[in-house]
T-cell receptor
Framework: AQSVTQPDIHITVSEGASLELRCNYS??????LFWYVQSPGQGLQLLLK??????LVQGIKGFEAEFKRSQSSFNLRKPSVHWSDAAEYFC???????????FGAGTRLFVKA | DGGITQSPKYLFRKEGQNVTLSCEQN?????MYWYRQDPGQGLRLIYY???????QKGDIAEGYSVSREKKESFPLTVTSAQKNPTAFYLC??????????????FGSGTQLSVL
């Protein structure tokens, strides 16, 4: 069955430090992969997406993600975290012919001064 | 501006009561979705609709009902059969139904609580 796993429930990083959020998926073919961000009490906003081609994807707000087929991973990175990045981050995937997007459980990011 | 509007922002339900959450979009999207969000569980699909007058159950449809009489509107009713309705409910839309390569657009959510 298709699934997506975010191993870290929450992560705390210092402002200015680098960030990596992990995401692993389970699917027999190449999926469509997404990262969304959610501020408290709000809806989700797309950060970036991967469909095919270059495995390093650039998104909004200085985020990037790398698709690694051999590891079934799509980790999100940012070189320098700002306090405004504190939020919950969701990895998600879709697939050809599918009708729904499958979400991971989310990783809550805390940023300390 | 185009977008998805959910109302109300906060909703309280009494025991045995049905309540309806509103979702309206002016993006001209065919597909609409309802997700339930509980802490630590991510988003779980309740119902989805790929076209007007058609909808399908998602992963956790029991205790919920929907209608899709207009392209712009996809209201969700939480019935008295839903014994644990307290959650954050998110409505989303996508341009086409079978296009999971397309991103989802989300509303700002409704927090439902039981009195």
């Amino acid at each position: 069955a298709q699934s997506v796993t975010q191993p870290d429930i929450h992560i705390t990083v210092s402002e200015g430090a680098s960030l990596e959020l992990r995401c692993n998926y389970s699917y027999g073919a190449t999926p469509y992969l997404f990262w969304y961000v959610q501020s408290p009490g709000q809806g989700l906003q797309l950060l970036l997406k991967y469909f095919s081609g270059d495995t390093l994807v650039q998104g909004i707000k200085g985020f990037e993600a790398e698709f690694k087929r051999s590891q079934s991973s799509f980790n999100l990175r940012k070189p320098s975290v700002h306090w405004s990045d504190a939020a919950e981050y969701f990895c998600a995937f879709g697939y050809t012919g599918g009708f729904k997007t499958i979400f991971g459980a989310g990783t809550r990011l805390f940023v300390k001064a | 501006d185009g977008g998805i509007t959910q109302s109300p922002k906060y909703l309280f339900r009494k025991e045995g009561q049905n309540v309806t959450l509103s979702c309206e979009q002016n993006l001209n999207h065919d597909a609409m979705y309802w997700y339930r969000q509980d802490p630590g569980q991510g988003l779980r699909l309740i119902y989805y609709s790929q076209i007007v007058n058609d909808f399908q159950k998602g992963d956790i449809a029991e205790g919920y009902s929907v209608s899709r009489e207009k392209k712009e509107s996809f209201p969700l009713t939480v019935t008295s059969a839903q014994k644990n309705p307290t959650a954050f409910y998110l409505c989303a839309s996508r341009l086409t139904g079978l296009g999971t390569n397309e991103k989802l657009f989300f509303g700002s959510g409704t927090q439902l609580s039981v009195l």
